[in-house]
Structures are given as structure tokens and as C-alpha cells.
């Protein structure tokens, strides 16, 4: 539970920095946050097409019984 807390604060802090570009600019870190948020939203699709698939395997399973 834990990755996923830090997950939601970690995307939610890249966020911010794409809303408000002036105030990460002042220390650097917009390329940075840039970074993270496409990190992030490349992960996000990739969890998303796990429940896909896991979602067809138990459909699978419940047909199959």
C-alpha cells in the first residue's frame, strides 16, 4: 500500500509542476518532474494493461469451470 501512496504523491507532485512551471523552474526540477510524469503515466498504462489481462484470464477460468 505504501508504493501506491507514494505513487499518488509522487504523480501528484509532477502534476503540480506541469500546472505551475514558474515555481519548479526557480529550482531546477521541471525537467525533473517532466520526467517523472511521463514515468509515472508510462507505468500507469502498463498496470492498466496488467488488469486487462488478468481480468480475460479469471473470465477465462469462471467459463472454463
Do not use: C, H, Y
Not at 529550482?27 to 503515466?41: F, P, V
Amino acid at each position: 500500500m505504501n508504493n501506491v501512496l507514494s505513487l499518488e504523491l509522487a504523480r501528484e507532485r509532477a502534476w503540480q509542476s506541469v500546472r505551475n512551471p514558474e515555481k519548479t523552474e526557480l529550482d531546477g526540477g521541471s525537467a525533473s518532474n517532466q520526467r517523472l510524469l511521463e514515468r509515472l503515466e508510462a507505468e500507469n498504462a502498463q498496470l492498466r494493461r496488467s488488469v486487462v489481462e488478468l481480468a480475460l484470464r479469471i473470465q477465462a477460468l469462471r467459463d472454463a469451470a
